[in-house]
């Protein structure tokens, strides 16, 4: 893949050994590359040929045709093993996807980025639900959760993780019981605030969590005022954490929870029954909560932006923009142009927009 | 004629603001050469990517005719397998990302009748191949056989088919809703429903549907704020919030603000300057980063970023 991260440095001249050495390499792999092929082409799946790609795969696990003949390898090796009787069947296919996932581990651990391995072991993982006793394949399924975890502590923006354990988690409820589901939902609610916990900056953590809390009040048919309850305690949580005003990610949590108050988005959020009253009294204390904000973060855009915001939401809810919220909105704008010189720009086409 | 996509092997840290033409064109016409290095094996998986970068980086540069013609076609229809897809050397297996260089590298030296001529079935054939791929319930697509969904490979069909001329033969107004489904309250995109924004998805999405000629969806004031908010002080795009900066990211939120007409919300300048950081002055080349290891990728994105800025000695490129 592209270099990320490498730090240049200067050429050196290799030695004829270097040379030699490196062409050596070159020839060890490309016969290691020839033979494997050469087996695949002859349709010859054995244990020889899967311990070939195994080496291929250890120097190279960006070579996606070599992920391809690995699952030509194990599909002839399922369907192997399914000429026995059952019970013996199963156990020997549940053996080879464990090994195989096994042989997954270490490579994922250095290459955290790599889609193929990624990609690989959710193929692997399906196969053992297309295979197996439905007890068993969750148990693989279930045993994934505590990998993608160690993998997202490692590395806590990797979205390769975070889309893998969302496949996870709706794969495991859709092999288990409602109940068993919805508990899954509130582990996972649990799951985000600990990684919040760990680094507020963690957008990814904050995203899951929007997700999260839509399926949880739907999975508990909650009722408005429990809807309500919940965006009040979000409400509380983002101010609490605002308390370094700097994080671009808190206020892109913050603004999620904002959609609450858009008429045009309301029925897609948390609480999309609140009336137009309970709307502006929300959007009111927000303003206040934001501009006390201010205090000592003079200096800090995303507060103007938030109070912007929040300020035409109003005018979204009641109808129309008010003189004095004009005036106000006019005169955080101009701090915003003194203070976001990169995007003076968009500040002007906001103001040419601002209705009068 | 195939080029190495792996990292470069000079030195050197650049602080002035000039675009090294000549040395990138070097660089990128010395990649075909370094079959003495394991490197150059290790990413094969990426040889024809890494051509069409190589390609249209030149092109930018003012030197479309630094790369042989025919030795170019010959290339690229040895990549092709019996489906009409292609893979990324000869011996590979077809997948869209490399299917979509073929054709935008045959599109680009004006050679689409090879396909005809020379290629397994015609362009007609390369068409069915990628419409194989998408799925009829949700309008999205698949990289291959084996499943993988992504909104990269819906973009990358589109753009081959629309290249084509044969978007007829998939199911656009499902491929529209699936990237709808892929929309977060920021505004921005994710790689599927449920997932991150992310600016590189932000680019597959928004050029899918300016393919399809539904930018009508977009809601532009509130993506464009998320993607002007991906400069950082110093200049460069971030791809996330909290992220450092890429010099990729250069082409993947500059041409997404292009393609909705807010380019103008960033400073251009200071990004400019960035990506300029990143070459490397003595052997050519872009990095992710100042200082860093330049590769063929980052050295096509940061051209094409810095064309699509205006930069004075550069073709000018199209955001989609």
Redesign the interface.
């Not at chain 1, 909650?222 to 305690?233: F, G, H, I, Y």
């Not at chain 2, 010959?74 to 490399?98: I, T």
């Given at each position: 893949?592209?270099?990320?991260?490498?730090?240049?440095?200067?050429?050196v001249e290799k030695t004829p050994e270097q040379?030699q050495q490196?062409?050596q390499?070159?020839d060890e792999?490309?016969s290691l590359e020839r033979q494997v092929?050469e087996k695949v082409a002859q349709q010859e799946y054995t244990d020889e040929t899967l311990q070939g790609i195994s080496d291929l795969l250890s120097?190279?696990p960006?070579?996606?045709?070599v992920w391809?003949y690995r699952?030509q390898v194990l599909r002839h090796q399922f369907s192997n093993a399914g000429d026995s009787d059952e019970e013996d069947s199963t156990k020997k296919i549940a053996e080879l996807i464990k090994n195989d996932l096994v042989f997954l581990m270490p490579l994922l651990r250095s290459f955290p980025k790599c889609?193929w391995i990624w990609?690989y072991r959710l193929?692997l993982l399906?196969e053992a639900r297309r295979l197996l006793p439905l007890a068993m394949s969750r148990q693989f399924w279930q045993e994934e959760l505590v990998l993608v975890g160690k993998m997202l502590t490692l590395d806590s923006?990797n979205?390769h993780g975070?889309?893998y354990r969302?496949l996870v988690v709706e794969t495991l409820k859709q092999l288990g019981t409602p109940t068993e589901s919805a508990s899954m939902t509130q582990k996972e609610f649990e799951y985000a605030k600990k990684m919040i916990g760990a680094n507020l900056?963690?957008?990814?953590a904050w995203?899951?969590r929007?997700?999260l809390i839509l399926r949880l009040l739907e999975e508990q048919s909650a009722s408005d005022d429990e809807r309500r309850k919940m965006l009040e305690d979000e409400l509380t949580l983002i101010h609490q954490a605002l308390i370094d005003p700097y994080?671009?990610?808190l206020w892109?949590y913050h603004?999620?929870l904002m959609?609450v108050f858009d008429p045009a988005?309301a029925s897609r959020t948390m609480a999309p029954n609140l009336s137009t009253s309970e709307r502006l009294q929300y959007l009111r204390n927000e303003i206040e909560a934001i501009q006390e904000m201010l205090d000592g973060a003079e200096d800090c855009k995303y507060i103007y932006q938030a109070l912007i915001e929040c300020t035409l939401l109003v005018s979204k809810v009641a109808g129309s923009l008010s003189t004095d919220d004009r005036a106000q909105i006019l005169s955080w704008l101009s701090e915003l142009k003194q203070l976001d010189?990169?995007?003076?720009?968009?500040w002007l086409?906001f103001e040419k927009t601002l209705p009068v | 004629m195939a080029l190495v996509?792996?990292?470069?092997?000079?030195?050197?840290?650049s602080s002035d603001q000039e675009l090294h033409t000549l040395k990138h064109v070097a660089y990128i016409k010395n990649l075909d050469t370094r079959k003495?290095?394991?490197e150059y094996?290790?990413?094969?998986?990426?040889r024809l990517n890494g051509v069409y970068w190589g390609l249209t980086a030149l092109h930018l540069l003012g030197h479309p005719d630094a790369l042989p013609r025919t030795e170019t076609i010959d290339f690229v229809l040895s990549c092709q397998k019996d489906s009409g897809g292609f893979?990324?050397a000869p011996?590979?297996?077809a997948?869209m990302l490399y299917t979509v260089s073929a054709v935008q590298i045959l599109v680009t030296i004006d050679a689409v009748d090879e396909l005809e001529k020379r290629g397994l079935g015609g362009k007609q054939k390369v068409g069915s191949f990628i419409a194989s791929l998408q799925n009829k319930h949700d309008g999205s697509f698949m990289g291959?056989q084996?499943?993988?969904t992504d909104t990269r490979f819906l973009y990358g069909a589109l753009n081959a088919l629309s290249l084509l001329g044969l978007l007829d033969l998939v199911d656009i107004p499902k491929a529209v809703s699936y990237i709808q489904s892929c929309e977060?309250?920021?505004g921005a995109y994710g790689?599927?429903p449920?997932?991150?924004?992310?600016s590189g998805q932000v680019f597959t999405c928004v050029g899918a549907l300016t393919i399809a000629g539904r930018l009508d969806l977009v809601n532009k004031d509130r993506l464009?704020?998320w993607l002007?908010?991906r400069?950082i002080?110093k200049?460069g795009f971030n791809g996330?919030?909290?992220?450092l900066p890429?010099a990729?990211y250069a082409w993947w939120v500059g041409s997404s603000l292009a393609m909705i007409d807010?380019l103008?919300?960033?400073?251009g300048k200071?990004l400019a300057s960035f990506v300029l950081q990143c070459q490397?002055p003595e052997?050519g080349g872009f990095?992710?980063?100042p200082?860093?290891?330049?590769?063929?990728?980052?050295t096509h994105f940061g051209i094409a970023g810095l064309s699509l800025l205006g930069m004075e000695g550069l073709e000018e490129v199209d955001p989609v």
């Amino acid at each position: 893949m592209a270099s990320h991260g490498v730090r240049r440095f200067k050429p050196v001249e290799k030695t004829p050994e270097q040379r030699q050495q490196e062409l050596q390499k070159i020839d060890e792999y490309k016969s290691l590359e020839r033979q494997v092929s050469e087996k695949v082409a002859q349709q010859e799946y054995t244990d020889e040929t899967l311990q070939g790609i195994s080496d291929l795969l250890s120097r190279n696990p960006e070579y996606y045709t070599v992920w391809n003949y690995r699952r030509q390898v194990l599909r002839h090796q399922f369907s192997n093993a399914g000429d026995s009787d059952e019970e013996d069947s199963t156990k020997k296919i549940a053996e080879l996807i464990k090994n195989d996932l096994v042989f997954l581990m270490p490579l994922l651990r250095s290459f955290p980025k790599c889609y193929w391995i990624w990609n690989y072991r959710l193929w692997l993982l399906d196969e053992a639900r297309r295979l197996l006793p439905l007890a068993m394949s969750r148990q693989f399924w279930q045993e994934e959760l505590v990998l993608v975890g160690k993998m997202l502590t490692l590395d806590s923006r990797n979205f390769h993780g975070w889309g893998y354990r969302r496949l996870v988690v709706e794969t495991l409820k859709q092999l288990g019981t409602p109940t068993e589901s919805a508990s899954m939902t509130q582990k996972e609610f649990e799951y985000a605030k600990k990684m919040i916990g760990a680094n507020l900056s963690n957008f990814s953590a904050w995203h899951y969590r929007t997700k999260l809390i839509l399926r949880l009040l739907e999975e508990q048919s909650a009722s408005d005022d429990e809807r309500r309850k919940m965006l009040e305690d979000e409400l509380t949580l983002i101010h609490q954490a605002l308390i370094d005003p700097y994080d671009q990610s808190l206020w892109f949590y913050h603004q999620n929870l904002m959609c609450v108050f858009d008429p045009a988005v309301a029925s897609r959020t948390m609480a999309p029954n609140l009336s137009t009253s309970e709307r502006l009294q929300y959007l009111r204390n927000e303003i206040e909560a934001i501009q006390e904000m201010l205090d000592g973060a003079e200096d800090c855009k995303y507060i103007y932006q938030a109070l912007i915001e929040c300020t035409l939401l109003v005018s979204k809810v009641a109808g129309s923009l008010s003189t004095d919220d004009r005036a106000q909105i006019l005169s955080w704008l101009s701090e915003l142009k003194q203070l976001d010189p990169l995007r003076k720009e968009r500040w002007l086409d906001f103001e040419k927009t601002l209705p009068v | 004629m195939a080029l190495v996509s792996g990292p470069g092997r000079a030195g050197g840290i650049s602080s002035d603001q000039e675009l090294h033409t000549l040395k990138h064109v070097a660089y990128i016409k010395n990649l075909d050469t370094r079959k003495d290095e394991l490197e150059y094996w290790l990413t094969e998986h990426l040889r024809l990517n890494g051509v069409y970068w190589g390609l249209t980086a030149l092109h930018l540069l003012g030197h479309p005719d630094a790369l042989p013609r025919t030795e170019t076609i010959d290339f690229v229809l040895s990549c092709q397998k019996d489906s009409g897809g292609f893979g990324a050397a000869p011996g590979h297996d077809a997948h869209m990302l490399y299917t979509v260089s073929a054709v935008q590298i045959l599109v680009t030296i004006d050679a689409v009748d090879e396909l005809e001529k020379r290629g397994l079935g015609g362009k007609q054939k390369v068409g069915s191949f990628i419409a194989s791929l998408q799925n009829k319930h949700d309008g999205s697509f698949m990289g291959d056989q084996w499943g993988e969904t992504d909104t990269r490979f819906l973009y990358g069909a589109l753009n081959a088919l629309s290249l084509l001329g044969l978007l007829d033969l998939v199911d656009i107004p499902k491929a529209v809703s699936y990237i709808q489904s892929c929309e977060n309250f920021d505004g921005a995109y994710g790689v599927t429903p449920g997932a991150e924004s992310h600016s590189g998805q932000v680019f597959t999405c928004v050029g899918a549907l300016t393919i399809a000629g539904r930018l009508d969806l977009v809601n532009k004031d509130r993506l464009g704020a998320w993607l002007s908010e991906r400069q950082i002080e110093k200049g460069g795009f971030n791809g996330r919030p909290e992220k450092l900066p890429d010099a990729c990211y250069a082409w993947w939120v500059g041409s997404s603000l292009a393609m909705i007409d807010r380019l103008h919300w960033i400073d251009g300048k200071k990004l400019a300057s960035f990506v300029l950081q990143c070459q490397d002055p003595e052997a050519g080349g872009f990095a992710d980063r100042p200082g860093n290891m330049v590769d063929v990728y980052h050295t096509h994105f940061g051209i094409a970023g810095l064309s699509l800025l205006g930069m004075e000695g550069l073709e000018e490129v199209d955001p989609v």
